[in-house]
Nanobody, 118 residues
Framework: QVQLVESGGGLVQPGGSLRLSCAAS????????MGWYRQAAGKQRELVAV???????NYADSVKGRFTISRDNAKSTVSLEMNSLKPEDTAVYYC????????????WGQGTQVTVSS
């Protein structure tokens, strides 16, 4: 069982930066995928960025070139560096871990609020 705890959210002005961190209670080395998702008020949860165990990354088109996901297996953390933030980036950001064995197991954090506003 892995527990995920996000931190680093807050209020930032448009054009600003934030760094989100996701700390896992156990090792994430065996996690096949780690990612960040977000859910804005009244909208469905959407993928922001993912990183595989091998280090491959994928981003939503809306954040490409602005956000960077990184994974530190030794520290059991996944981070999301967010630059050039826009009001439309406002959402609750969730960390997710996926483990694939004979079935797919998903773990979610509780979320951290990011608000981009002047």
């Amino acid at each position: 069982q892995v527990q995920l705890v996000e931190s680093g959210g807050g209020l930032v002005q448009p054009g600003g930066s934030l760094r989100l961190s996701c700390a896992a209670s156990g090792s994430i080395f065996s996690m096949d995928g780690m990612g960040w998702y977000r859910q804005a008020a009244g909208k469905q949860r959407e993928l922001v960025a993912v990183v595989t165990r091998g280090g491959s990354t994928n981003y939503a088109d809306s954040v490409k070139g602005r956000f960077t996901i990184s994974r530190d297996n030794a520290k059991s953390t996944v981070s999301l560096e967010m630059n050039s933030l826009k009001p439309e980036d406002t959402a609750v950001y969730y960390c997710k871990a996926v483990q694939v064995t004979n079935r797919v197991i998903e773990y979610w954090g509780q979320g951290t609020q990011v608000t981009v506003s002047s």
